[in-house]
């Protein structure tokens, strides 16, 4: 009996111990990461820029990637390529070029939500150990690329890990959503939310973004979309909370 008291009080303190590192140390070392990124991005911008404001030869370009969020990354990207179209009437009308597609898993944008005081690395792609862990927030493969007509579609962890989308759940009508790469700064605006859906609803982040499976819930024509995908309810990966918005401006750096 004594022995067995034992190893539940050790068994019992391996959990404390583990749960401890899931919900507290992770999101330590995620977030810390996640802001040295942040703030690495803006420095190499901002020398960038003052290069290019006293007429220097550009450095070579650094590759882009971008970090995904919650456990979302198993989900399929969709087939689709995202379409083009014209810009919005409150957006520059000059045409945007297409963007190189980023080097996979490498932080290229900064995503802000000043309505839950959130500001995090883009990567490219969805993986847990190379993005979504890091506390980053993924960009799906195969959607549009910030300011490109389509969806410009992420993904990030709601628990653990940076938990960078835990409180999009907040988001409403008119908050923005602020994405800044090294060439510009591109201002969405939040119009619609889906509170859950699918894990598998790839409809969600398709060119023109519109469930699959909650009829009527998204949108019926091209246009220049951003979508936050995370899980929902917390602490599970059951099903997916949507949040999408439309580009409302564009800004040169």
């Not at 008291?5 to 590192?21: F, I, R, S």
């Not at 119009?191 to 699918?198: F, H, V, W």
């Not at 819930?217 to 899980?231: H, K, N, Q, V, W």
């Amino acid at each position: 009996m004594w022995g067995a008291a034992e190893a539940a009080v050790t068994c019992g303190l391996v959990l404390l111990l583990l749960v401890a590192h899931q919900l507290w140390w992770t999101n330590r070392q995620a977030r810390e990461g996640a802001e040295r990124k942040v703030e690495a991005l803006e420095r190499e911008w901002g020398e960038r820029g003052e290069r290019r404001d006293r007429g220097d030869a550009p450095s070579g370009s650094s590759g882009a990637g971008a970090d995904a969020g919650a456990d979302v990354a198993d989900e399929p990207p969709p087939d689709a390529v995202p379409d083009s179209g014209e810009a919005p009437g409150h957006t520059s009308t000059r045409r945007q070029k297409p963007a190189p597609t980023p080097d996979w898993d490498q932080a290229y944008a900064v995503l802000r939500i000043p309505r839950i005081g959130i500001r995090v690395p883009v990567a490219e792609g969805i993986s847990k150990s190379g993005v979504l862990n890091k506390g980053y927030v993924g960009h799906y493969p195969r959607t549009a690329q910030p300011g490109e007509g389509g969806n410009f579609a992420l993904a990030g962890h709601r628990n653990t890990h940076g938990e960078p989308f835990r409180r999009i759940d907040r988001l409403g009508d008119g908050d923005r959503l602020v994405v800044e790469t090294k060439k510009a700064v591109y201002t969405y605006v939040v119009d619609k939310t889906l509170a859950q859906t699918s894990a598998r609803d790839s409809g969600v982040i398709r060119p023109v973004p519109r469930s699959l499976v909650k009829a009527g819930r998204g949108y019926s024509a091209p246009g220049y979309y951003i979508t936050l995908t995370t899980c929902t309810p917390e602490y599970t990966s059951k099903y997916r909370l949507i949040v999408w918005g439309k580009l409302q401006s564009m800004r040169p750096r």
